[in-house]
């Protein structure tokens, strides 16, 4: 019960190099106490009142700056897109329930600022996070060239056996691509990450992206359990179904590959 207590608490911190000015004309900043939270929230088991199984997962949003990370959330949190979102200053996060085998998931998807001069401590950004996605933007090369430096950063800051999902977002400025599908799918493969493309604008595939990840993640938990004494009579896994987004929904998905485009 600390532990869903702890979920609900958020509080602000203002880097000290903003101005008031700045900081008026930028996204709010919610921040949390992280230190010793996130380090036993990500990946926990425990029991609600009923003695229902309920997971915790921490999972971090990253990528260049304007990529659409804080929209990726903010449609798959709350449903809501903004045409005029400002730079994300420090850390935000939203947390998101999932049943999976009759379980209570509960994924803590947090969201940074690309920018370098506005993100918070790395370390305390990563520490814990059992998911990643990482970010670029279909229309604007460099984000996708910056793929591998995400890629470097999450290796030095968290655990090799992190779900990570490429996401291409912004899938609905087709007109003006500048990264194909091809090579998204390439990448995904030659580093071992799912792929999907997405577009927070239109909704496609947003669901899917984040909840691959969580599914993901739950596998792998559930077979650490069932490999484990302790929870081989007590857990039955059966196979659950990614929750598709309403429209837009690809077949390709169960292969862990889903695109705006063919
Ligand atoms: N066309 C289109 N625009 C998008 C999409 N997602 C985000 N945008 C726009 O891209 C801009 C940047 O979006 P953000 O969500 O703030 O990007 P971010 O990656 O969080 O940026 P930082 O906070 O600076 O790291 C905004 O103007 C959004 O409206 C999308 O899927 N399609």
């Not at 000290?16 to 000015?21: D, G, K, N, R």
């Not at 990726?72 to 449903?79: C, E, I, P, V, W």
């Not at 090799?160 to 390439?186: P, Y």
Request: aromatic share 8%; glycine share 6%.
């Amino acid at each position: 019960m600390l532990l869903r207590r702890a979920l609900n608490a958020q509080y602000v911190l203002l880097p000290a190099c903003c101005t008031v000015h700045r900081l008026l004309s930028l996204k709010p900043l919610i921040l949390l106490s992280l230190e010793t939270r996130t380090e036993r929230g990500a990946m926990t088991m425990y029991s609600d009142d009923e003695g229902r199984e309920e997971y915790l997962f921490k999972i971090v949003v990253i990528g260049d700056s304007a990529v659409g990370k804080s929209n990726l959330l903010s449609r798959y949190a709350r449903n809501e897109f903004s045409a005029n979102s400002k730079a994300t200053i420090g850390v935000e996060f939203q947390t998101q329930s999932m049943d999976i085998d009759g379980k209570e998931v509960k994924a803590q998807i947090w969201d940074t600022a690309g920018q370098e001069r506005f993100r918070a401590v790395t370390s305390a950004y990563y520490r814990g996070a059992v998911g990643a996605l990482v970010v670029y933007d279909i229309s604007r090369r460099m984000t996708f060239e910056s793929v591998g430096r995400w890629l470097d950063e999450l290796k030095i800051h968290s655990d090799t056996t992190v779900a990570r999902m490429l996401v291409g977002n912004k899938c609905d400025l087709e007109n003006i691509r500048a990264v194909s599908v091809e090579e998204g799918k390439d990448l995904a493969e030659a580093q071992g990450l799912f792929f999907v493309e997405t577009s927070a604008l239109d909704s496609t595939n947003v669901r899917i992206a984040f909840e691959k990840v969580i599914l993901d993640i739950y596998n792998n938990v559930s077979r650490k359990q069932l490999n484990s004494d302790t929870y081989k009579d007590k857990l039955t896994v059966s196979r659950v179904s990614l929750v598709k987004d309403d429209d837009n929904t690809d077949s390709k998905q169960s292969s862990g590959f889903s695109c705006c485009s063919s």
